[in-house]
């Protein structure tokens, strides 16, 4: 006689995530930009889920975001402008003591910011994340102590526009020593990859902040362009894109808000 097969139990529900603490690190806190207001919708967006966030800048910027409300999460920038850029000692420079001692000056308030940064991560609780959105202030985070959080670097920028400036040299000597490293799309991720050998990248879309309850019924006439006003951000291709169209949907109107 065949025993009855036993009765399967089913599987415990897997317990959800408990909260878990985000420093989200960029250029500034309170810079108009669009890397600035990513990071403080995120911040929202987090703290609305239960995480407790502290978003860290290296300056306090001149040209400011007015955000929507004030952050209930701690907001800290190391200095209070754009720090000194490094300028080597060479040549006359070398012999020159103003210029030694704006270095010395220079080296002392960078290690102050190390140390007040070292101070805030070393408070992190197990499991925290440290998101830095922009590659510059890993320039602090590196000679920081990082050791209690899981880095993940971002560019929110394109493969080929940061192979074209400064900040490729930057991302190539930084963002091999994060844990992990995010671009906008798969695209840019693939070539960092194929091209630069990077193993360490992923690619993860920004966020949406909301959707409408109501879908938009799209019977406007309009193109909207919302975005800084330069050369990253291709208005001129828009235009040159526009002329071709507008001749031929000329009921149609090309609105561009920027700064």
Known sequence: MTAPAAEQTPP??????????IYLIGNTVDELGG???????MARL???????????????????LTLPGLPDYPVTALYPSHPPTARPLV????L?????????????????????LSGILAQAAPGAVAIVTQ??????????????VRLIGMSHESYAYTRACHRYRWVKENYPHVDRWLVLTQEDADDWITLD??????????????????PSPRTGRNVVSIGRLADQKG?????????????????????????
């Open 12 to 21: 415990a529900p897997a317990a959800e995530a408990g909260p878990r603490e």
């Open 35 to 41: 890397v600035t207001a990513w990071t403080h919708q």
């Open 46 to 64: 987090f703290r609305r889920h239960g995480h407790p966030v502290h978003v860290i800048g290296i300056h306090e910027a001149e040209l400011k």
């Open 91 to 94: 040549g006359r420079r070398r």
């Open 96 to 116: 020159s003591p103003a210029a030694r001692l704006r270095e010395r000056r220079r080296l002392a308030a960078k290690q102050a910011a190390v140390a007040r």
């Open 135 to 148: 590659v510059w202030p890993m320039e602090w985070l590196r000679p920081a102590d990082t050791s209690r």
């Open 197 to 214: 050998s990077m193993q360490n990248v992923g690619a993860m879309p920004n966020a949406l902040a909301h959707l409408p309850e109501t």
């Open 235 to 259: 208005v001129d291709m828009l235009l040159d894109t526009w002329a071709l169209v507008a001749p031929h949907r000329p009921d149609w109107r090309l609105r561009i808000y920027g700064a």
